[in-house]
């Protein structure tokens, strides 16, 4: 029966795989780099802050530090599916626009192999791409005329990752990930002039994403008067040189703009009446991911309070990356964050508010990108709610993020969002041996 469903647990992770990678995203600071990375964990963590680092529980699936995995029962299996929405509204000082999305976020679940050894398998968007930016501009020569540039991406790496993790001695536990990143980046750069006596200059960049990475996490985890806890992490994420593909074209086209043809339109299914002059070349390319180090701490008080936070630190200023960009540099990427979660009375037997778990957190990104000499900031506050179900064990958990990022001085973009995430983490014992039947 074990078997049966793991081999059915299998199977709706492989056919899942294609959900992910239509995950959507609009945001102009994905045109740096490989878009918008997401490493705040499941909606768990993110209620939060985004803890994972120090993060241990024995209820929960935390991939972004594998040495956690081995905290569950070792007659255990947990399984956990969510999904993720956002609210934007983006704003210059020129102009503003809303963006919503509502996409599938994660599936994953973990069992124990032997009573110190635990793994784990999963998949989840690692990073989006999706900006669609127009600029506009007088043409000096011609008095009548302006000139557009429109520049627009769209894409992703999905994540999946095969964890295992292991007690070494009571109170220390390793683990390592085995992660491989897949997916593509398209970008689109046009230049154009509003006379339908012009031509439109097109560069289209499509670039296809596979690589083999790894993980390594440690723990170690103590108790104060058998009442309190604490937990120490630490947190290695290795450099990646991804193995691709570029794709490119050059294309000069009759000017269609002025016929309401938007350039991704005219490429998927160009008309005959338009003049075309194209250029193809396909080269390989080394898009590049510095290693990443992570620290946590979080201590508390059993079945009742946990406090933690974590820092995280990533060096991007000597990667690879072309940056396109006039006036744009990338740096050192950190984040801090900051949460709890508080449960007043796990075992109540007559409150059920009180078995809930009531979580909330902060975050401070100072992310890799920094435009105009202004780097690009991000920060929010969070809080979510977990709602137990028939085991204690099993539960319903809402999250909601409430953020920032950007600014509009400097003739940068600012975002203000709202992210919600919902996911259902199922625990069940499947490694009891019955003595009756």
């Not at 963590?45 to 241990?56: D, E, H, K, N, V």
């Amino acid at each position: 029966m074990i078997k049966k469903h793991l081999f059915i647990l299998g199977i709706i992770a492989l056919t899942s795989i294609n959900l992910f990678s239509q995950s959507v995203t609009n945001s102009p600071y994905t045109r740096f780099g490989i878009g918008e990375i997401d490493r705040n964990g499941f909606n768990n963590s993110r209620a939060m802050g985004g803890l994972s680092t120090g993060l241990r529980k024995d209820n929960q699936i935390n991939y972004l530090n594998p040495a956690a995995i081995s905290a569950q029962d070792t007659m255990s299996f947990i399984f956990d599916i969510g999904v993720n929405g956002i609210f934007k509204n983006m704003e210059s000082n020129s102009a503003s626009t809303e963006f919503n999305d509502f996409s599938f976020d994660h599936l994953a679940f973990s069992f124990p192999i032997k009573r110190w050894w635990f793994t784990s398998l999963g998949v989840m968007p690692y990073s989006k791409i999706g900006y669609n930016i127009h600029q506009t501009e007088d043409f000096a020569p011609v008095d009548t005329a302006n000139i557009h540039y429109v520049y627009y991406g769209n894409g992703g790496i999905t994540q999946l990752y095969l964890s295992n993790s292991f007690k070494i001695y009571d109170n220390i536990s390793f683990g390592f990930n085995v992660n491989y990143l897949f997916g593509s980046k398209e970008q689109y750069n046009q230049v154009y002039l509003d006379s339908k006596d012009s031509y439109s200059t097109i560069e289209e960049d499509n670039t296809s994403l596979k690589k083999m990475t790894y993980d390594l996490g440690l723990q170690y985890y103590n108790n104060i008067a058998d009442k309190y806890f604490y937990v120490i992490g630490i947190n290695y994420s290795s450099k990646v040189n991804f193995n691709s593909t570029k794709k490119s074209n050059v294309i000069m086209a009759e000017n269609y703009n002025i016929y309401d043809v938007n350039v991704i339109d005219y490429l998927v299914n160009p008309l005959s009446k338009f003049d075309t002059i194209s250029s193809s070349v396909t080269t390989n390319s080394n898009i590049e991911i510095p290693a990443k180090y992570s620290v946590g701490f979080t201590t508390g008080i059993k079945d009742k309070l946990v406090l933690g936070f974590d820092y995280t630190y990533q060096d991007w200023s000597n990667t690879n990356i072309t940056i396109t960009t006039e006036n744009s540099e990338l740096g050192v990427d950190e984040n801090f964050k900051f949460g709890l979660e508080y449960t007043p009375n796990k075992f109540s037997l007559k409150n059920y508010y009180k078995k809930i778990n009531y979580r909330a957190g902060l975050y401070l990104n100072n992310s890799y990108i920094k435009i105009n000499n202004e780097q690009i900031k991000n920060y929010g506050i969070t809080f979510g709610l977990g709602f137990p179900i028939s085991n204690q064990r099993t539960s319903l958990n809402f999250s909601c993020t409430l953020g920032k990022r950007g600014a509009t001085n400097n003739n940068l973009i600012e975002e203000n969002y709202t992210a919600i995430g919902i996911n259902l983490t199922l625990y069940d014992f499947w490694f009891i041996k019955r003595k009756f039947q």
